[in-house]
């Protein structure tokens, strides 16, 4: 679905990526794990087109996308989320959502803006899809509420609602979890395995460990800059080069609960 291919990316002196090479499977959920500074952010913003690689090619279903513009980037079936939630204060919840269909519509904008012909047919479509999209995750009932009045987790689930509007075939998600209470953090887990029950596939980058090696079909290890693992679960956990470079502590405290 996704492959990453010897990318490198430099800042100044600085080698954020350094010929990282990995591939995503279709209708898996791939993480992204390091330590701060490892290029986690980096390689997000070079495989969503807002950082472009100094060298190094990014394919999708098989389509060199390397050099295609950011807003074209979700015509190709790509969405993504940030670390820090970026939703409309001033629309409610389903309003947030729709604005994520601006890569499907087909009537003029104009039109759905006056409301007429083709336009007022879109926005019927629309809005009937969001709500089938925020059923599916959960906020169906909250759909007409404003999106301030949601709890933090369920604002995630918002912007992932937003997200999946696009129809992608391949959803970017940084760090989901960031901020979530443990039962926050199981909801979203049930969530995103729905998800990928449902054939989309998922990238994500998260510190929550646990959260990572439970969810994961398969883990890439970023440290400066270079993939330093890339394989299942189990597997990157009892590596010991991830244990030396950035796990420590907390892969034995991982072994035990295992």
């Known amino acids: 679905m996704l492959e990453v291919k010897n ?51 990014i394919l999708v279903g098989g389509a060199d996308i390397t050099k295609l513009p950011l807003h074209r980037r979700a015509s190709c079936g790509m969405a993504r989320t940030f670390q820090n939630i970026r939703l ?34 879109e926005e019927r479509r629309c809005h009937g899809r969001c709500l089938e999209i925020l059923a599916l995750v959960g906020l169906a009932d909250v759909a007409y509420s404003p999106v301030t009045a949601l709890s933090y987790g369920h604002q995630r689930r ?37 998800l990928r029950q449902g054939g989309l596939t998922l990238v994500v980058v ?8 439970k969810l994961s079909d398969k883990i890439t290890v970023l440290n400066f800059g270079r993939v330093l693992a890339d394989g299942a679960p189990l597997a990157v956990r009892n590596d010991p080069r991830v ?16």
């Open 7 to 57: 990318i490198s990316v430099r800042f100044g002196g600085l080698m954020a990526l350094n010929d990282a090479s990995f591939q995503v499977g279709r209708g898996t959920v791939h993480a992204l794990i390091g330590p701060n500074g490892a290029g986690k952010t980096t390689m997000f913003n070079v495989i969503s087109g807002v950082q472009r690689p100094d060298a190094g090619r």
């Open 88 to 121: 409309f204060s001033g629309m409610n919840v389903i309003e947030n959502v729709m604005c994520g269909m601006h890569p499907t519509l087909f009537a003029n904008p104009v039109l759905s803006i006056l409301g007429i012909g083709k336009g007022r047919a």
């Open 158 to 194: 918002v912007e992932i609602a937003r997200a999946l509007a696009s129809d992608p075939a391949l959803l970017l998600l940084d760090e989901p979890a960031a901020g979530m209470n443990p039962s926050e953090t199981r909801d979203l887990a049930r969530l995103l395995v729905t």
């Open 206 to 213: 998260e510190h929550d460990l646990h959260f990572v090696m």
């Open 243 to 258: 244990i030396d470079a950035y796990l420590g502590s907390s892969a034995a405290s991982m072994k035990e609960s295992a």
